[in-house]
């Protein structure tokens, strides 16, 4: 079983709609983040989450929200999907930060939005 | 601005060969390098790390290189093999920062 989950793997949807994207751990580490993927810019930060009552904005959070419901599951919505949040989307989790403490990523939800 | 680039989009390599995959940074305050390696469909998966304080960092076929005067960060794979062939991505980060800046990525192709 992977150790980071994300649901869905794809999903096509349309302008306005609100979308939320799922994210489920079973490595037990406090941090985690969510990235968007675009062709030419490599994997950008959206949010970032210590524990259940630390968020923080990443470099490109506008037009996003997270949630931290649990250690193990962090959640990240559009509230009203525009055609440019269309990206490769990632979640990563790491115990702490360091050479030996690197994030894990789960496999991605493709996101396109009509 | 972007402050970790990996100018070269693709390389292709001989199986058997050596590959150099590339890294340029501008931060002179980052502590910390790591390459990662993505397959299709895949997220990334850690790969190899160094800390700013040492040169080199050896794991079986794969050596990072650091070079902080120059600010560039190589990753060296020996023997390349067709199992190689994935986008790699470096990263770093500035301790208490909390967060990874990504280069674009390059993508390998070890040639049978």
């Known amino acids: 079983d992977a150790d980071v989950t994300q649901t869905p793997r794809n999903r096509i949807t349309k302008t306005g709609k609100r979308i939320m994207l799922e994210c489920s751990q079973t490595k037990g580490h406090d941090r985690m983040y969510w990235y968007r993927q675009d062709p030419g810019l490599g994997l950008r930060l959206i949010y970032y989450s210590f524990d259940v009552k630390d968020i923080n904005k990443g470099e490109i959070s506008d037009g996003y929200s997270v949630s931290r419901q649990a250690q193990a599951k962090f959640s990240l919505s559009l509230e009203s999907a525009i055609p440019n949040q269309t990206a490769l989307y990632f979640c990563a989790t790491s115990e702490g930060q360091g050479a030996n403490q690197p994030q894990h990523f789960g496999d991605g939800t493709r996101l396109s939005i009509l | ?112």
Not at chain 2, 7 to 24: A, F, H, K, M, T
Not at chain 2, 88 to 108: D, E, M, N, P, W
Request: glycine fraction near 6%; charged fraction near 20%; include cysteine.
């Open chain 2, 1 to 112: 601005d972007q402050q970790v680039k990996q100018n070269s989009p693709s390389l292709s390599v001989q199986e058997g060969r050596i590959s150099i995959l590339n890294c340029d940074y501008t931060n002179s305050m980052f502590d910390y390098f790591l390459w990662y390696k993505k397959y299709p469909a895949e997220g990334p998966t850690f790969l190899i790390s160094i800390s700013s304080i040492k040169d080199k960092n050896e794991d079986g076929r794969f050596t990072v290189f650091l070079n902080k005067s120059a600010k560039h960060l190589s990753l060296h794979i020996v023997p390349s093999q067709p199992g190689d062939s994935a986008v790699y991505f470096c990263a770093a980060y500035v301790s208490g920062t909390y967060k990874y800046i990504f280069g674009t990525g390059t993508r390998l192709k070890v040639l049978a």
